[in-house]
């Protein structure tokens, strides 16, 4: 059985740093993308970041261009978003997500993920 388990979140003042981890067991993910959304209170959830099976390939939502880092560890099966100069806004729950099909573009569409994880809430306070 696949699992995204993400961890790492909690409470944190304005301009402070995070990092979430997203473990996936059940299968390797090494040649899959694999991305970050987030969800607000009353808002649809939204794209954050997205990295390619191959690494280098990587994209971000334009709120969190210069701030947040997607990255990978194909070791460990395990993604990261480490998230600096946090604001309010970026108050939500952050879900980590996989592509099943092998060798896919990284992708901002929430649609085209196939595994997901349980989320992890991520407060900042201003």
């Known amino acids: 059985q696949v699992q995204l388990v993400e961890s790492g979140g909690g409470l944190v003042q304005a301009g402070g740093s995070l990092r979430l981890s997203c473990a996936a067991s059940g299968r390797t993910f090494s040649k899959n993308a694999m991305g970050w959304f987030r969800q607000a209170p009353g808002k649809e959830r939204e794209f954050v970041a997205a990295?390619?099976?191959?690494?280098?390939?990587?994209y971000y939502a334009n709120s969190v261009k210069g701030r947040f880092t997607i990255s990978r560890d194909n070791a460990k099966n395990t993604v990261y978003l480490q998230m600096n100069s946090l604001k309010p806004e970026d108050t939500a729950v952050y879900y980590c997500?996989?592509?099943?099909?092998?060798?896919?573009?990284?992708?901002?569409?929430?649609?085209?993920?196939?595994?997901w994880g349980q989320g992890t809430q991520v407060t900042v306070s201003s």
């Open positions: 997500a996989a592509r099943a099909g092998t060798f896919l573009p990284a992708s901002s569409r929430s649609y085209e993920y196939d595994y």
């Open positions: 990295i390619g099976w191959s690494g280098p390939s990587t």
